[in-house]
């Protein structure tokens, strides 16, 4: 699976952007996805998960009632929609995806896309 995500960009604290993730190959709905970030000098994060279905959707405490997980296995997508963004949003994203149930944490994930650099102004 080859995953690029795109959507980062300079948004104002309280204001809102859309990450979305394109997935190649023919098996997109038998991975659950994910998005983690990273700011400088910091460990990747998880930020927000989905399963391969799409009916289980998982949030970080920072991200829970502000941002929004959805995916679209017919179009091989996954969006990140963040709502109300603060300053401490401000990472690179990553798209990520786990072929097995090992949690929503770094080591459990398969597959990485590029980075999107989200930057939340004060």
């Known amino acids: 699976v080859q995953l690029q995500a795109c959507g980062g960009g300079l948004v104002q604290a309280g204001g809102s952007l859309r990450l979305s993730c394109a997935a190649s190959?023919?098996?997109?709905?038998?991975?659950?996805m994910a998005w983690f970030r990273q700011a400088p000098g910091k460990e990747r994060e998880f930020v927000a998960g989905?399963?391969?279905?799409?009916?289980?959707?998982y949030y970080s405490d920072s991200a829970k009632g502000r941002f929004t997980i959805s995916r679209d296995n017919a179009e091989n997508t996954v969006t990140l929609q963040m709502n109300r963004l603060k300053p401490e949003d401000t990472a690179v994203y990553y798209c990520?995806?786990?072929?097995?149930?090992?949690?929503?944490?770094?080591?459990?994930?398969?597959?990485w896309g590029k980075g999107t650099l989200v930057t939340v102004s004060s």
């Open positions: 989905i399963n391969s279905g799409g009916n289980g959707v």
């Open positions: 190959g023919h098996t997109f709905n038998t991975y659950a």
């Open positions: 990520a995806a786990s072929g097995g149930h090992r949690g929503w944490t770094p080591s459990g994930m398969d597959y």
